[in-house]
């Protein structure tokens, strides 16, 4: 719907170009200044040679000189507004020959000098106190000029005609408070412009006779209409607008800041009515007065738009039923009254051609259109900003709107009964607004069936029931700043292209979306409390795969909240491995690990011997401890030797190279048979004087062992003096390993002591050999009877 041009249009165009000369990609070559606002009294001299945008208005600069711009030879646009100049000479811009842009409006000027100037494409010289048209002859060469902003207290043809022959797309002319003391009705028609807006006298009557229908303008704009009181039919300006009947061209007409009474505002609506106006808009209306104005003629119109925007009254015993009547029925395809207080809207009375309504920024309450069945025509509903509070009658309201495509209900008070079953919405509905309402997560239970878009943004929705209505057509939905805690599935809306979920209370949202959403062209979930877990990578992963049209405020607003620290970390930059997050591999991979340092440290141990080294350190420890504690009574036997040993003669070698020098060579003194039995005496005998005379009786083990019937003997006495004596004075060694089924039956006290007593082995490694030796010395040194003699004798 076409909207009629307002007294912003100027500023707009200011926008636009300053937007477009700061959007510029920087080059270095183009710079915009802004120094409004910052208390100047001189225009600044030390501004770059490359500016090209310069805005100092607001301030309190009082004139402007050649030197203050003309360095400035690539300046494009100065607004300089809104200060205290009095007098300009347009010659100063003879150096800014790339000028296009200039605003001096709102400043004090009274008097220009024309010069052969820039040729301008807006030159606004608007809210100043020119007496006479400020028009210059050289303003006809001014072939690009779009837009002009002039004041004057008196409009002179002879004033306009230097730029009648230019197209101009707009001309501001506002009036000053002394206009109207001489005046020249038809002075408008020379001035050829697409659009005009005439700003009257603030603090005066309209009591002109200016003839604005003279206007060849296709839009016009009249502002400050004050004190239209005069209900006849004289009234000036009733005579004005009657007049604009006769205006073929005139399709858009705004009157803005306007006060009058009920009986003339309706006159003015009736005035405007049968003309050849489309598009029509009041603005800012204050009426006053009782209301008898009753009938409204609706024939012969062209009307395709009105408007009507903030309108206040000060009457307020009033009978409304007339307004509401004479609003209602109106022929007309697009109708909008914002901003008015209004509380109540009747049904037509017959089918309304209606297609566009604005009721937005009013009262309106639930009972608006309530069992309406004439509004069949209608696609656009705007009820925006109201006191709307059930969403059950909301809904009532639509069933007979056969033709609805949009309906904005936002920024009301709209609440939902949960356990409402009648879910009847027009299914013509494709646009719905129910945002900013106190909405709950039911709503999802009773929505259009064919809605495309829907936006329940600022509500207090936590989570999206699974028995949803199913809705195919849904494109696009916003549930921006709720409290839903993950993001929803596509199930119910197989159609889903794009979502807003940003300012929720998602914290952990499921990877499972974008399998479910295979559709989804934007999303939007930036700005919610993410737990940067475990459970958050595939989620990060699948927003770090998708394009920034896709993945929009990807990836500056995606930020970590929660652990402390990682809060305010990108969700990009979060990063943990999947071995610490998967629970069963992280077991597995310990498990394995353990197993493999087991199986290493066996293996080594394997290589390495190392139990038998431990068996050997352990056995050495023993043996310390033990001589350590040997009962002096023990010692006191008549002991010659550390050790007897037995073996059998095929082991002699071994015995006489290895073991025999390695013990002796440590003092220690050992009893070998064919060296130490006494001559004459039997040989039992002299086993049995050995084994009795020696600390310890070493049995040197073998295949050999086995086989020899002395070493039977010698083991057999030794062991009986373990048990006659109880001590513990055995040693065996292991030489060579025996297999069990090799020793004989008869041997059955060498099998008792070998699966009962530790053993010595001798280790095949020589670099076992050291801890062997320390271990037998260990078990066999101790002092002998001759030195524990020496000892007694001290202590006593």
């Known amino acids: 719907m076409t909207n009629t041009i307002s007294s912003s249009f100027h500023l707009a165009i200011i926008v636009m170009l300053i937007l477009a000369v700061r959007i510029q990609p920087s080059d270095g070559s183009e710079i915009s200044i802004n120094m409004s606002k910052t208390g100047l009294l001189h225009v600044p001299k030390d501004l770059s040679l490359q500016t090209t945008v310069l805005d100092i208005s607001q301030n309190s600069i009082s004139e402007l000189q050649t030197a203050d711009v003309q360095s400035l030879s690539k300046l494009r646009i100065l607004i300089i507004s809104h200060n205290r100049i009095r007098y300009l000479d347009f010659s100063v811009f003879k150096y800014n020959q790339e000028l296009e842009y200039l605003d001096v409006s709102h400043n004090e000027l009274w008097k220009i000098s024309c010069h052969p100037s820039v040729n301008f494409k807006h030159l606004d010289l608007s809210f100043n106190a020119f007496d006479a048209l400020p028009i210059c002859k050289q303003f006809g060469n001014m072939s690009q000029l779009k837009f002009l902003g002039l004041s004057a207290s008196q409009l002179q043809k002879s004033s306009v005609q230097p730029i009648a022959h230019l197209n101009i797309s707009k001309v501001l002319l506002v009036l000053g408070d002394l206009y109207g003391e001489k005046e020249e009705p038809d002075v408008l028609r020379d001035f050829n412009t697409e659009s005009l807006h005439i700003v009257f006298p603030s603090k005066k009557e309209f009591s002109f006779l200016l003839d604005v229908a003279a206007s060849p303008a296709a839009s016009l704009e009249l502002s400050n209409v004050k004190s239209v009181l005069d209900d006849s039919e004289s009234s000036y300006f009733l005579n004005v607008l009657s007049k604009l009947q006769k205006n073929p061209r005139l399709s858009n007409f705004t009157l803005h800041n306007i006060e009058t009474t009920w009986k003339s505002f309706f006159r003015i609506l009736q005035l405007v009515w049968p003309s050849t106006i489309e598009y029509f808009s009041i603005s800012n209306v204050n009426v006053q007065g009782p209301l008898d104005f009753t009938e409204f003629n609706y024939s012969n119109t062209s009307i395709k738009a009105l408007s009507i925007y903030q309108f206040s009254t000060s009457t307020f015993s009033l009978s409304q039923g007339n307004i509401y009547k004479i609003l209602s029925n109106m022929n007309i395809q697009n109708c909008t009254v914002s901003g008015t207080r209004m509380i109540h809207m009747l049904c037509p009375l017959q089918i309304s051609p209606f297609q566009h309504l604005d009721f937005s920024n009013n009262l309106l309450t639930d009972t608006i259109f309530k069992n309406c069945g004439t509004l069949t025509e209608l696609k656009t509903f705007n009820l925006q900003r109201n006191q709307l509070k059930d969403l059950t009658n909301l809904i009532h309201m639509t069933t007979k709107m056969e033709s609805l495509q949009q309906l904005d209900a936002s920024q009301n008070s709209l609440r939902n009964d949960e356990n409402e079953v009648d879910c009847s919405w027009t299914g013509s509905l494709l646009n719905l607004n129910l945002s900013s309402n106190a909405l709950t997560d039911s709503v999802f239970r009773c929505l259009p069936p064919k809605v495309k878009v829907l936006d329940l943004h600022n509500n207090r929705i936590t989570a999206i029931p699974k028995d949803v209505t199913h809705l195919e057509a849904l494109q696009e939905l916003n549930v921006a700043l709720n409290s839903l805690v993950d993001l929803p599935g596509c199930g119910p809306f197989s159609s889903l292209s794009l979502l807003i979920i940003e300012h929720n209370a998602v914290s952990h949202p499921s990877a499972h979306f974008f399998q479910s959403c295979q559709k989804i062209t934007s999303i939007k979930a930036g700005s919610n409390p993410f737990h940067c877990t475990c459970e958050l990578r595939e989620f990060i992963k699948s927003m770090g795969q998708l394009s920034s049209e896709v993945a929009e405020g990807w990836p500056d607003s995606y930020k970590c909240a929660y652990p402390e620290g990682y809060k305010g970390t990108l969700l990009k930059d979060f990063h943990v491995s999947q071995l610490s997050c998967n629970i069963a591999l992280l077991m597995v991979t310990i498990g394995a690990t353990v197993l493999v340092v087991a199986a290493s440290v066996t293996c080594l141990c394997v290589y390495l011997d190392v139990p038998w080294y431990l068996r050997m350190v352990c056995q050495w420890t023993q043996a310390r401890h033990r001589a350590r504690n040997i009962p002096l009574v023990e010692l006191q036997r008549n002991l010659q030797f550390h050790a007897f040993i037995s073996y059998s003669g095929h082991d002699s070698a071994w015995v006489k190279s290895e073991l025999v020098p390695n013990l002796e060579k440590e003092d220690i003194r050992v009893c070998l048979h064919e060296r130490d039995f006494v001559p004459g005496k039997s040989i039992v005998e002299n086993i049995i004087n050995c084994i009795e005379k020696s600390y310890k009786s070493i049995f040197v083990l073998s295949p050999n062992f086995v086989q020899s019937e002395w ?86």
């Not at 001590?727 to 297999?739: G, H, K, Q, V």
């Not at 050999?769 to 000892?791: C, P, S, Y």
């Open 711 to 796: 070493c039977h003997y010698e083991l057999y006495f030794a062991h009986h003096n373990l048990f006659h004596e109880g001590s513990n004075n055995l040693i065996l060694i292991l030489l060579e390993p025996i297999p069990q089924y090799s020793i004989p039956n008869s041997y059955h006290k060498l099998k008792t002591l070998m699966a009962r007593r530790t053993y010595l082995e001798w280790p095949k490694e020589k670099t076992k050999h050291g801890l062997f030796w320390a271990n037998l010395r260990a078990v066999i040194k101790v002092k002998l009877m001759e030195q524990t003699k020496d000892i007694d004798h001290t202590q006593s």
